[in-house]
């Protein structure tokens, strides 16, 4: 029986636009074991990236609770929570978000900086990375030099450099054609297998597919499983 | 991760090519304006700094009342004050006289060469006491105790001489009297450009009283309470107060008049440390500077360097859309808040450094131009000097960290879960302030714009005031010697056979000239009258083609009456004197007689009063003594041509009249012009402030311009969409920055006007402030604002809306 990761009890996030207070999220409870690969999936709006954003601690819950392995995140600090995550959520995004001034090297590079990883350890890691990506060839190369489906590549290879426990990927292959959103998914597959939780929001069906279990969502509460 | 800081920064700063560029100029005309002014007022108020006594150095100077009012203030004391204070007053070292001899040079004669001394003193054994002269060559021993010796400077000696070990050797000066000889003593280095009194040779002041040849042209005596012509510097104990001195003063100033020395006059002693930035007075040894000019330069450059720095944080910040996303990720790959801000100030202080490098650059270009401009001494070095370098760095230090905490607070502080959704609501915060910036920034470029074009229009307006003298067109020649009594008409004559000569005219002095060549008397009545005040006369000496050469216009009388044997004394007065005696009509003065000097003196002419100084000073009361001789100044007016191209014809002629001697002449007009030196150079420094200060507001506001305009992208797209037109546009773009620029006129214009009428009051003559001394800079300031807010606008104006509205 594998670990819980994380678990979020009656997990709720209102915001107040004006005079109204919306709530975004809506008593989520839901566990997630290690090794899962969950695909959070419904319409825009339904709250997949407010999800996301909470559960990789950018954003707050408002209400209920959050226990991240065996740690309450709810009552913790902003400095604590970021060290958190630092050390266990690796994030991969829609429109990747790669640093436009770094080659590839450097921007996979970028978290073991953070983290006060050794210069020569690094280059081991990042080697290794880009090895295991087959993109050691483009390592000098900035990201506007890359196609698509090559910077969300680096922007995974980026996530995963830390050796994270988890990867929340919001649309990861929103940006990307059918034969690169293909050669993702079967690489989430692949790490998927190797341990890594992986929680994706999508709007593919196919995509959702790869997930080991699929949430769906619909103005903040989840409706089915 | 130092390194990768560095990494970021500097792909950073090329990517944006153009905001790097805009930043660096901003902060590197910023740095180097107000380096330059720096070092400007720090000469100025550096004055004296070479004499390490200076702070006990007192100069006597001489104050005359009518009743306890001031009505003139003189330099110039008498040479019995100096023993006097000695003697009586605590405190008192000792003292030193200084005699300006030779106004305004005196010929010199080394072996058969003839050469004019510009600076000659005859100073007592303590002047080297008080100012700080060693000697290279000769003995300081006994020195300037015995008449007839001398001490001359490095470039005098290298001159006459071609060498600096010159001691033994002996100089003549030729005049009245026959020959005086000076037996040089001693050698010191030139005198430092920033000392009030600067010299080209020093004579012993036993030679004052004993040098018949002396004796005769300059006529002092032991114990002199008549003739207030001698500079006087006393040394104070150490550790005394200058305050206290000055009290024992006023009783000393009350003994004396009580044994009637001295009467409506006060001893005033003045440090003189403050000689040159506080001093005004008549007889001057060189024109002194100005504090107010020094603190208002040092104002402005305080703002300016504040408007480099604000201009930088606007930039950096208004780029913040751009930053934003970096920041984001960065922040979700695990980046903290301080690493972020350290990145920032990194990127600043790089900007800085680089900023500091293209300084030196700017400095070394412009340097030259600026010390031409300012007046600072040719000889004035930046690069060698510790402190230019000093506040350069400070400026990188302090300036790289506080212009970089904003943009590094603001932009660290970017939540990246909005950001990386594209929400930068955030970063409209601070606009208030920025905007608030800008108001400031233009509120003083618009002071410094109107400043400039008021003092340009003041000194026009003092240019082309009707002098009531003509001095243009004339060579104006040194006599070869004091006194010249031999050979005149001869000289006179042969310049009048020239067809290309029109008149010549002897005097003792031409209008232009500062009033130190002028005599003055307080004491001057009509004959049989008791003057109810007394008032200071200036007095020269002319013949009788002085007032038709130089069209002053008779009103009253005859020119002199050279044939008279009754009356040898005769003088030419001007309305403004007759307005001390309070004679109206200028006709009723004829036939009076005045006293002075001991005599009484026909008045024959009464001629309307001239600019004899720039009329930035009121007109003086001028007395013209007849007088015959080449005494001092021959002035030669053509018929036609230049005056340069008829300069080799008089040469030619008075060295066949005086074969041997120095001929030294200038250009009336031109000596007349450099009265409005000052104002010229006060006026160059502003139009450079005012240039470099409009420089970088406009930059400022092209930066806020970029930030407005990037925020606003999506707004524009969409109503670009919806049907605005790109003036439309630019309408909508350009009405904030208006509005922010009305403001800065709001507060502006009063304040400047308030400076402006304060500094006019400098003036005997001034212009009346027309409102386009007011609206055409604001209306300048107005089309610079449209042109750096459009280049940035008009591009996005005319952008298709599609590429702003698609989202990625």
């Known amino acids: ?225 | 991760m130092i390194k990768n800081y560095f990494k970021i920064a500097l792909r950073n700063l090329i990517r944006n090519k153009g905001l790097t560029l805009i930043n660096l100029i901003g902060l590197a005309t910023g740095f180097a304006i107000t380096l330059l002014i720096l070092q400007y007022t720090k000469f100025e108020k550096g004055y004296e700094s070479t004499h390490p006594n200076a702070d006990r150095v007192v100069r006597l100077t001489l104050n005359y009342l009518t009743g306890n009012t001031v009505t003139t203030q003189d330099c110039e004391v008498y040479p019995a004050v100096g023993p006097r204070i000695t003697d009586e007053v605590p405190d008192v070292e000792t003292f030193a006289r200084v005699y300006s001899i030779g106004e305004p040079s005196t010929p010199i004669q080394v072996e058969n060469r003839q050469f004019l001394m510009e600076n000659l003193y005859a100073v007592d054994a303590d002047f080297f006491k008080m100012f700080n002269y060693k000697l290279i060559y000769g003995s300081e021993k006994d020195l300037f105790k015995k008449p007839n010796e001398a001490v001359i400077t490095e470039s005098v000696a290298l001159k006459y001489f071609n060498r600096t070990d010159v001691v033994g050797e002996v100089l003549k000066s030729p005049g009245g009297g026959g020959y005086i000889l000076y037996n040089i003593v001693g050698v010191t280095h030139d005198s430092p450009l920033n000392t009030h009194l600067k010299f080209d040779m020093l004579i012993s002041y036993p030679t004052m009283l004993s040098d018949p040849a002396m004796l005769q042209r300059h006529g002092e005596i032991k114990d002199n309470w008549e003739n207030n012509n001698t500079y006087m510097y006393v040394l104070l104990e150490e550790g005394a107060n200058f305050n206290s001195f000055t009290s024992a003063l006023k009783d000393f100033n009350k003994r004396i008049i009580d044994e009637k020395k001295i009467k409506s006059e006060e001893v005033i002693g003045q440090k003189i440390t403050d000689v040159h930035l506080y001093s005004k007075k008549t007889f001057e040894p060189e024109t002194n500077g100005d504090a107010d000019s020094v603190f208002f330069l040092l104002a402005v450059v305080v703002l300016i360097i504040l408007s480099a720095f604000v201009n930088y944080v606007n930039l950096t910040t208004s780029q913040a859309l751009d930053r934003a996303k970096e920041v984001g990720v960065k922040k979700v790959l695990g980046s903290t808040k301080v690493q972020l801000r350290i990145q920032f100030l990194v990127e600043s202080l790089i900007m800085n450094v680089l900023a500091a490098i293209l300084t030196v650059f700017i400095i070394l270009l412009v340097k030259s131009e600026f010390i031409n401009i300012s007046g600072l001494p040719e000889s004035f070095t930046f690069i060698g000097n510790l402190s230019f370098w000093l506040p350069l760095i400070v400026f990188v230090v302090i300036g790289g960290l506080l212009s970089g905490l904003y943009p590094a607070f603001v932009l660290s502080s970017f939540r990246p879960s909005s950001i990386l959704k594209g929400d930068y609501s955030h970063s409209l915060k601070g606009v208030l302030l920025r905007k608030g910036l800008v108001v400031f920034q233009f509120a003083i470029t618009i002071i410094l714009l109107i400043q400039t074009f008021t003092v340009n229009e003041q000194i026009d307006f003092l240019r082309n005031l009707d002098r009531g003298v003509n001095v243009d067109q004339n060579i104006v020649i040194e006599a070869p010697i004091k006194n010249a009594t031999k050979n005149y008409s001869a000289f006179k004559q042969s310049l009048l056979a020239s067809s290309n000569v029109k008149a010549v005219s002897l005097s003792h002095s031409v209008p232009g000239q500062s009033t130190s060549v002028l005599s003055t008397t307080a004491d001057i009545r009509i004959t049989g009258t008791t003057p109810d005040k007394y008032h200071n006369f200036y007095l020269t000496f002319i013949d009788n083609d002085y007032t038709s050469l130089l069209g002053i216009e008779m009103l009253a009388g005859t020119n002199f009456d050279e044939a008279s044997t009754a009356d040898k004394r005769q003088v030419i007065v001007n309305e403004e004197a007759l307005k001390r005696w309070n004679i109206i009509e200028p006709k009723n003065a004829i036939g009076k007689k005045i006293a002075f000097w001991g005599g009484e003196w026909l008045i024959k002419g009464v001629v309307k009063s001239y600019h004899q100084q720039s009329p930035k000073q009121p007109l003086l009361p001028m007395i013209h003594i007849y007088s015959n001789t080449f005494r001092s100044l021959a002035t030669v007016q053509f018929t036609g041509g230049l005056p340069s191209d008829n300069l080799a014809e008089v040469k030619e002629k008075f060295n066949s009249v005086y074969p041997g001697a120095a001929f030294s002449y200038f250009f009336m007009d031109q000596e007349y012009d450099k009265q409005f030196k000052a104002e010229d150079r006060f006026k160059n420094v502003f139009m450079i402030l005012t240039v470099f200060s409009i420089l970088i507001a406009c930059l400022g506001l092209l930066g806020l311009a970029s930030f407005s305009v990037a925020k606003r992208r999506k707004e524009i797209g969409v109503r670009k969409v919806v049907g605005a037109s790109s003036t439309a546009i630019l309408i909508l773009l350009s009405k904030d920055f208006i509005k922010t620029v009305m403001i800065s006129v709001i507060i502006s214009v009063p304040i400047t006007y308030l400076l402006v009428q304060n500094w006019l009051e400098n003036f005997a003559y001034k212009i009346d402030l027309h409102i386009w001394l007011f609206t055409l800079p604001i209306l300048i300031v107005f089309s610079l604002v449209l042109f750096s807010i459009g280049v940035k606008t008009l591009k996005i104006a005319r952008s298709n809306p599609i590429h702003s509205l698609r989202t990625e």
């Open chain 1, 1 to 225: 029986m594998a670990n819980t990761l994380l678990s979020l009890n009656e997990a709720t996030r209102t915001v107040n636009s004006g005079n109204n207070k919306v709530t975004l999220l809506d008593n989520i409870n839901l566990q997630v074991k290690e090794g899962e690969f969950i695909s959070l999936m419904g319409p825009s709006g339904s709250g997949k990236s407010t999800l996301l954003n909470c559960i990789g601690m950018l954003d707050g819950f408002t209400g209920g609770g959050y226990t991240f392995l065996g740690e309450p995140v709810h009552s913790m600090k902003e400095k604590n929570r970021s060290k958190l995550y630092k050390e266990y959520i690796g994030f991969v995004f829609q429109a990747y978000h790669l640093i436009d001034e770094l080659t590839v090297w450097e921007n996979i590079e970028t978290p073991l900086l953070y983290k006060n990883v050794k210069s020569s350890e690094r280059k081991g890691l990042v080697a290794d990375m880009l090895d295991r990506f087959n993109i050691v060839g483009k390592k000098d190369l900035f990201p506007v030099q890359l196609s698509g489906g090559q910077q969300q590549l680096v922007g995974i290879a980026r996530a995963l450099i830390g050796k994270p426990k988890l990867i929340l990927a919001d649309e990861p292959t929103g940006n990307l054609n059918s034969k690169q959103s293909t050669e993702i998914m079967e690489l989430f597959s692949q790490l998927n297998k190797e341990g890594v939780t992986i929680i994706q929001a999508t709007h593919s069906e196919r995509n959702a597919s790869y997930g080991s279990r699929i949430i769906n969502l619909l103005d903040g509460k989840i409706v089915s499983e």
